[in-house]
């Protein structure tokens, strides 16, 4: 069974900084994607990056503050975030897509709360 374990999260002040974490129970290299969502109170869960075939990929409003990485040996994908705003305030969830179990699905964390506040 997969399982992704977030940590990181937390209470930041306005141009602060963060670093989330995820821990994945098996090896990175069995997943074709892995990335980071987020969601806001009332909002819609939204891709924040990805990392595919080694390609990152981010939503606009996070470009340039973001960065998305991996380490295979610590079978661990991060998001450094940078410059935070109050409109970054979010759960934001690990995400990992691949073959594990005979057929592609994809696998969530519990989430790790970052609040953006003064």
């Known amino acids: 069974q997969v399982q992704l374990v977030e940590s990181g999260g937390g209470l930041v002040q306005p141009g602060g900084s963060l670093k989330l974490s995820c821990v994945a129970s098996?090896?990175?290299?069995?997943?074709?994607?892995m990335g980071w969502y987020r969601q806001a109170p009332g909002k819609q869960r939204e891709l924040v990056a990805v990392?595919?075939?080694?390609?990152?990929t981010y939503v606009d409003s996070v470009k340039g503050r973001f960065t998305i990485s991996s380490d295979n040996a610590k079978k661990s994908v991060y998001l450094q975030m940078n410059s935070l705003k109050p409109e970054d305030t979010a759960r934001y969830y690990c995400?990992?897509?691949?073959?594990?179990?005979?057929?592609?699905?994809?696998?969530w964390g519990q989430g790790t709360q970052v609040t953006v506040s003064s």
């Open positions: 098996m090896s990175i290299f069995r997943f074709d994607l």
């Open positions: 995400y990992a897509r691949g073959i594990v179990t005979g057929t592609r699905s994809g696998y």
């Open positions: 990392i595919i075939g080694g390609t990152t």
